[in-house]
């Protein structure tokens, strides 16, 4: 969307651009990442979803994470008890409150996510390389800004109370 000439952004401008950038990051980055993990790793999205939130955020009790994941412990536990079995997370008692878990990525779970990172790294670099210097740059930039700004965003519901 080109915002030349626009003083504000209305509603509908901002819906428009909003699903084309959840639509392309669905089908350009989302299933393309996926393939990367789910034929080389045998892993599921909510796995790897998982492995990467606890790499990237660190480690974390088992409520905190089933919250974060918007999921139940329930669900939470049987992911988390998954991944253990298969070395891709591990569990650590809390030195002062032992009835405390913390959860956290294992050295193969870190190990898995460079890898992954790396080889669609260097594809997707392959990938803009056909993009001319400026339409590059271009991309860095608009990255940088999404990168900056979506984390400040509620993309949430809001119920009337």
């Given at each position: 969307?080109?915002?030349?000439?626009?003083?504000?952004?209305?509603?509908?401008?901002?819906?428009?651009?909003?699903?084309?950038?959840?639509?392309?990051?669905?089908?350009?980055?989302?299933?393309?990442?996926?393939?990367y993990y789910k034929f080389d790793y045998d892993l599921t999205?909510?796995?790897?979803?998982?492995?990467?939130?606890?790499?990237?955020?660190?480690m974390m009790t088992m409520s905190e994470y089933a919250d974060?994941?918007?999921?139940?412990?329930?669900?939470?536990?049987?992911?988390?008890?998954?991944?253990?079995?298969?070395?891709?997370?591990?569990?650590?008692?809390?030195?002062?409150?032992?009835?405390?878990?913390?959860?956290?990525?294992?050295?193969?779970?870190?190990?898995?996510?460079?890898?992954?990172?790396?080889?669609?790294?260097?594809?997707?670099?392959?990938?803009?390389?056909?993009?001319?210097?400026?339409?590059?740059?271009?991309?860095?930039?608009?990255?940088?800004?999404?990168?900056?700004?979506?984390?400040?965003?509620?993309?949430?519901?809001?119920?009337?109370?």
């Amino acid at each position: 969307m080109n915002t030349k000439g626009y003083d504000k952004l209305n509603e509908q401008q901002m819906r428009d651009v909003l699903m084309r950038y959840v639509s392309s990051s669905l089908e350009g980055i989302n299933k393309t990442f996926a393939a990367y993990y789910k034929f080389d790793y045998d892993l599921t999205t909510n796995q790897m979803s998982t492995i990467w939130y606890l790499k990237y955020c660190g480690m974390m009790t088992m409520s905190e994470y089933a919250d974060k994941m918007q999921m139940s412990r329930q669900q939470a536990t049987q992911l988390i008890n998954h991944l253990v079995e298969m070395d891709y997370v591990k569990r650590q008692y809390c030195k002062e409150n032992r009835r405390i878990i913390y959860i956290l990525v294992s050295e193969k779970g870190e190990r898995v996510i460079e890898e992954i990172e790396s080889k669609y790294s260097k594809h997707a670099f392959e990938e803009i390389q056909k993009f001319t210097p400026e339409q590059q740059l271009r991309f860095v930039e608009a990255m940088e800004v999404i990168s900056e700004l979506l984390p400040q965003v509620d993309f949430g519901p809001k119920h009337d109370r």
